[in-house]
């Protein structure tokens, strides 16, 4: 894949409409609705083909004979600021590697099924970036960070380190996570560093937690201890972070609270330990205090460290097949490269099908590319409540959300502001609205 920048494009304020109208590229246009990449102008080979797309931010290129797709990121996206009316030729991309906290418009199959492209977490997008904070598999056989047990024992004396570690800032979550932990934290003892239930100094210069999130001093860190509380901030199938794969590059053992399927992408089946298997905090807590009296009990779930990762869908459905790196990956490049190029080479299959008098490909997203379940919180024995909390309102509100874009939609009113989408949808979310109210 290689680029080629545009120079004369500057600014494109200075241009007037027919410029971008009338400009002669012959080559599918892309444009980035959302302003992503800061991209005003780059012409694009995909797959060491002949070719080639532009790619840019400036929305005028939709009047342009060759535009053809617009891509949106997930965290950016809004209802009332989309390119409405859609055309038919018109082809829409998602990318969206983050959280369910940051937009549960995605958790819905209206929204979803605007989508033609899709790259997400969820290994039935498109291109799916599951792992997408895992540089390679051998990373987690790494010894770098490696600590025995004995000298796992001898720190828990020496430095008066708890068991477990907890390392998160982000204390408002969709998961309620830390209203778990604080039940938890009753029957054993928990260091936790970050904003939530603070109760251990970082040094200053590890405290922002994105310079942070990979640093030496954090991996040698989670390496002294026992276990690590690898709870997702968001619940959905496939969400794994940092959390997850940072311990197991360590050897310390992560308590998982996430992704139903994290078991797909363990390095056995015999490496972690999931909330979900215990009916309390204080039964998770007794199968913690067993293993850290333990050793070999313990040593038991860090046999990877030591033999060929067993994990197939791990080896060979994900890693080995990942089309794309990360940290600026020299030889496969990035997934949002790696998303243009998927968009780019299906809209030239379309063509060269419609060259050949061929039914053109249909391309849509559904609702398993993304798709996530109602936020769920914690009573307060540490017991799963549905359809409960704060954050479940934000999920039920977001319907209401799409209801109504879907009724202005059907009505053919497209510029609608912010604060009108905001107005018409708590008309729908309150208890004792009538439909007549609307609009």
């Not at 408002?172 to 928990?190: A, C, F, V």
């Not at 060929?308 to 997934?335: A, C, E, P």
Request: glycine share 4%; charged share 25%; net charge negative.
């Amino acid at each position: 894949m290689s680029n080629i920048i545009l120079p004369y494009i500057k600014d494109e304020e200075e241009k007037g409409d027919n410029f971008f109208v009338k400009q002669e590229l012959n080559v599918p246009i892309l444009v980035w609705w959302t302003p992503f990449t800061l991209d005003v102008g780059t012409y694009t080979s995909c797959g060491g083909k002949s070719e080639q797309c532009f790619l840019s931010n400036v929305r005028k290129y939709r009047a342009n004979k060759d535009f053809e797709a617009f891509l949106f990121y997930g965290t950016d996206f809004r209802l009332h600021d989309l390119p409405l009316p859609r055309l038919p030729h018109e082809h829409w991309g998602l990318l969206h590697e983050e959280s369910p906290k940051n937009s549960y418009l995605f958790s819905y199959e209206d929204i979803m099924n605007l989508f033609n492209h899709s790259a997400t977490f969820k290994r039935n997008s498109d291109l799916p970036l599951t792992t997408q904070w895992l540089s390679s598999l051998e990373d987690l056989t790494d010894m770098k960070y490696f600590m025995s047990v004995k000298d796992k024992n001898r720190l828990q004396e020496e430095e008066n380190l708890s068991p477990v570690i907890y390392l998160q800032s982000d204390c408002n979550t969709p998961s309620d996570r830390d209203i778990y932990i604080e039940q938890l934290m009753k029957y054993i003892k928990i260091d936790s560093y970050g904003s939530c239930l603070h109760n251990r100094d970082l040094p200053d210069h590890l405290r922002d937690p994105i310079q942070a999130m990979e640093a030496t001093e954090i991996l040698k860190l989670v390496g002294k201890y026992k276990f690590a509380l690898a709870f997702e901030n968001a619940i959905c199938t496939d969400y794994i972070t940092e959390k997850f794969w940072r311990p197991l590059k360590t050897g310390t053992i992560p308590v998982v609270f996430g992704s139903d399927k994290f078991n797909d992408f363990l390095p056995d089946n015999h490496s972690a330990i999931s909330l979900l298997d215990y009916e309390t905090p204080a039964d998770l807590a007794h199968i913690l205090h067993q293993l850290n009296k333990n050793d070999t009990l313990y040593d038991s779930y860090r046999e990877y460290k030591f033999k060929n990762i067993q994990n197939s869908t791990l080896v060979y459905q994900t890693m080995i097949n990942r089309t794309w790196g990360i940290h600026n990956d020299r030889i496969k490049g990035n997934f949002i490269n790696k998303f243009e190029c998927l968009v780019c080479e299906r809209l030239y299959e379309n063509r060269r099908r419609k060259q050949h008098a061929l039914t053109e490909y249909e391309y849509r997203s559904t609702l398993d590319h993304y798709g996530c379940p109602p936020p769920t919180t914690f009573d307060e024995n540490g017991s799963l409540l549905q359809n409960a909390g704060t954050w479940y309102q934000t999920y039920q509100f977001t319907k209401c959300q799409i209801d109504v874009f879907n009724m202005f939609i059907q009505n053919k009113y497209y510029n609608f502001s912010e604060k009108e989408l905001f107005r018409e949808s708590s008309k729908l979310f309150h208890p004792n609205f009538r439909r007549d109210d609307l609009f």
